[in-house]
């Protein structure tokens, strides 16, 4: 028994001997176990703390790469947006379209399609504002924009209370050069006149051109006072003819220019832009009949005036079809005092003025070209005068003299004019007579010769209306086919009481018989005019003594009249 308890208790002691080295070896490897648990944990965790820093960097840095392209893409929309600023080289843009095939590719070659777009879109609207608002020959700004800035020199003159000056600047007879010398050559001098007067261009001046020679200059602040004003505006138009007056090369030939000016002042919105306009343009042109390089300020009665003479333009235009003209004829006699013709004069009865001088309206018809249709009118109407005349015992051998301006005669197709007149009538070409004044012949002499020609082949013949007056050359004289010259009336007027005008007539009435031409002396107002003329062998004779002008009934009755006899 002994034995046995001794063995359990040993069994016992080994056991638990077993058990407690079991549990230790437990206990280690659970701690073992539990400090590898922690560990892998602990590194799994960093690890996932690692990976989540990384991926939150990798978007961190994808959302800064998307914000920046966005940012791009959206300056350069804003940049395409503000149409009053310069688009951008889009640089960025650029290199994104070259990095890049997808989406942003995409985009950023829109974005520079809309540029290139934009860009032709502002450079169209650019030459048109340039075509609407300035001049293509010279660049300076044109009528249109010389407006809006007058208005706004108006707007600036009522609030600094300061007056400007608006500078009407025409180049004297500019037309002579384009027709001589062609249009390059005027459009040259139109370009260095622009030159010219920019330079003058400074704080507060604005220089346009309106059309053809035609210049503008406004000038604000010019002083608080209109004398001074005017004084200083003076000064400044006196520094322009001296700039623009000295002479201009073009193709290595001189031509030299001068210009008249006409200045209307302004203080405030008093005037308008349209009334200033004419205010200067009505002063450039009383300064161009003063003399060239003239200069005149606005005068109130000067613009009178020329309200009524562009109401008086209005009215000769329809005075034709409202057939207000009417013919009256002055005799012409020979050294007996009987009627051998008439000159036929046109006068103008209108409906409200009554008869209107021919020394208002005739130089109006020269200005304004209705001398043209006006002259073919009196061709017609005396045409129809002959066939009555014709018709009547007593006048049928009686000559018609006509007077035709050189613009009528110049027309290319004068012959066929006068051709129609005489065929449409039935009037006798023997019988008609055109006066031609000595400016007819200034130009293309050969030309005037060949087209009077052709009408001495119908059977007209020619005087030289107001001989000694213009610019009577022997040189074409000789060639001419004249048939009579005519004395003019003012050295006819005071024959008998001034020797030059004696000597002159004496010398004309010699030219005439030495040239075979007949010699007609108007202005015959006196017996005593008649006597002396007629003593030099003058031809034929006309003016109050004998007759005044009258109608076509007066003239038949007055050829029924005893000649008057030369005592």
Known sequence: MQEAEANFNRFLIATQSILAALTQQASERHQQSHQALSQS??????????????????????????????????????????????????????????????????????LLSFKQAEQQRREAECKVHRLAYYDTLTQLPNSRLIREHLQHSLNTSQQTNTYGALFYVDVDDFKRINDSSGHPVGDSLLQQIAERLTSLE????????????????I????????????????????????????????????????????IALFNGPQES??????????????????????????????????????????????????????????????????????????????????????????????ETGLIVPIGNWVLEAACEQLVDWANDEHTK????????????????????????????SGASAQRLKLELTESTMIGKIDEIIARMHQLKALGVSFAMDDFGTGYSSLQYLKRLPLDQIKIDQSFVRNLHQDTDDKAIVQTIIAMGHSLGLNVIAEGVETLEHWRYLNDLQCHAFQGYYFCKPISAIEMVKRSLDPPPMLA
């Open 41 to 110: 944990i602990s590194t799994l965790a960093w690890s996932g703390l690692g990976f989540m820093g990384v991926l939150i960097g990798t978007a961190l840095f994808a959302a800064w790469r998307i914000n920046r392209r966005l940012m791009t893409v959206g300056d350069a929309i804003m940049a395409l947006s503000k149409s009053t600023q310069a688009l951008p080289p889009f640089t960025d843009i650029q290199r994104l379209s070259q990095r890049h095939r997808g989406a942003w590719g995409r985009i950023a070659s829109a």
């Open 219 to 262: 000038i604000d602040g010019l002083a608080n006072e209109q004398l001074k004003a005017a004084e200083k505006a003076e000064a400044f138009a006196e520094q322009l003819q001296q700039t623009l007056n000295p002479c201009y090369w073009v193709d290595d030939k001189k031509y030299f220019l001068s210009v008249s000016m006409g």
């Open 202 to 217: 400074a704080e507060g001046t604005t220089i346009g051109r309106i059309s053809g020679d035609e210049f503008m200059v």
């Open 273 to 366: 832009i349209d009334s200033l306009f004419q205010y200067s343009n009505a002063a450039v042109h009383l300064a161009k009949l003063s003399s060239p390089n003239g200069l005149r300020f606005y005068d109130p009665a000067v613009q009178a005036e020329l309200e009524a003479k562009t109401e008086l333009e209005h009215d000769l235009r329809l005075a034709i079809e409202r057939q207000e003209f009417v013919l009256v004829y002055q005799s012409q006699v020979d050294n007996f005092g009987r009627i051998i013709g008439a000159e036929a004069l046109i006068r103008w009865e209108h409906p409200r003025h009554g008869f209107v001088s021919p020394g208002t309206f005739i130089p109006l018809a020269e």
């Open 397 to 424: 051998h009686l000559t018609l003299a006509v007077n035709v301006s050189a613009k009528q005669f110049q027309q290319p197709d004068f012959v066929d004019t006068v051709s129609s007149a005489l065929t449409k």
